[in-house]
T-cell receptor, first 113, second 110 residues
Framework: DAGVIQSPRHEVTEMGQEVTLRCKPISGHNSLFWYRQTMMRGLELLIY????????DSGMPEDRFSAKMPNASFSTLKIQPSEPRDSAVYFCASSIETGYGYTFGSGTRLTVV | QQPVQSPQAVILREGEDAVINCSSS?????VHWYRQKHGEAPVFLMI?????EQKGHEKISASFNEKKQQSSLYLTASQLSYSGTYFC???????????FGSGTQLTVLP
């Protein structure tokens, strides 16, 4: 298996622009997570999907952030409009079920200037 | 609420042992341990479910004290490849999503 695939690996955008991050989980994994990592705040959970349904989106910072999972093999995280404080590494992770570890994607390093 | 990890950083010589602790104010269902090297994604090491079990993975093992809501990661006879930041992730109650600690930076010197 190719693991969790994220794209793009790096994204540099100007403040106010829309940013879309993409994730393909491991086939057969029914849980998908989006995390954000910064030096100041560490690894923060943004949203958790189970069987394509959002279960916990309490970590989504504000209305500028939205996430979708239209099917079991694809998820997006969108930021509109982007702000410099959104600069971070965004990780997607998937898990087969409760009691198993997460497999993280390589991450997307987002820089908003 | 974020679990508390200690120490924040530790420097070892190759072959020495280390212990990293993780504690939570909530009743825990499970504790995960991950290692992240600079510029890379976190990599899963092991999971402990409530019941006070201990698990091992080569020279890395962990324990989970459900009553104290604490877990410890033990690294014995450390190798250079053990360097990185170690995170514990905890799940409480019926929630299955993890909340991660702030990490422990481990440096193993030759």
């Amino acid at each position: 298996d190719a693991g969790v695939i994220q794209s793009p690996r790096h994204e540099v955008t100007e403040m106010g622009q829309e940013v879309t991050l993409r994730c393909k989980p491991i086939s057969g994994h029914n849980s998908l997570f989006w995390y954000r990592q910064t030096m100041m705040r560490g690894l923060e959970l943004l949203i958790y999907f189970n069987n394509n349904v959002p279960i916990d989106d309490s970590g989504m910072p504000e209305d500028r952030f939205s996430a979708k999972m239209p099917n079991a093999s694809f998820s997006t995280l969108k930021i509109q409009p982007s702000e410099p404080r959104d600069s971070a590494v965004y990780f997607c992770a998937s898990s087969i079920e409760t009691g198993y570890g997460y497999t993280f994607g390589s991450g997307t390093r987002l820089t908003v200037v | 609420q974020q679990p508390v990890q200690s120490p924040q950083a530790v420097i070892l010589r190759e072959g020495e042992d280390a212990v990293i602790n993780c504690s939570s104010s909530k009743a825990l269902y499970s504790v995960h341990w991950y290692r992240q090297k600079h510029g890379e994604a976190p990599v899963f090491l092991m999971i402990l479910l409530k019941g006070g079990e201990q698990k091992g993975h080569e020279k890395i093992s962990a324990s989970f004290n459900e009553k104290k809501q604490q877990s410890s990661l033990y690294l014995t006879a450390s190798q250079l490849s053990y360097s990185g930041t170690y995170f514990c992730g905890t799940a409480s109650g019926s929630a299955r999503q993890l909340t991660f600690g702030s990490g422990t930076q481990l440096t193993v010197l030759p």
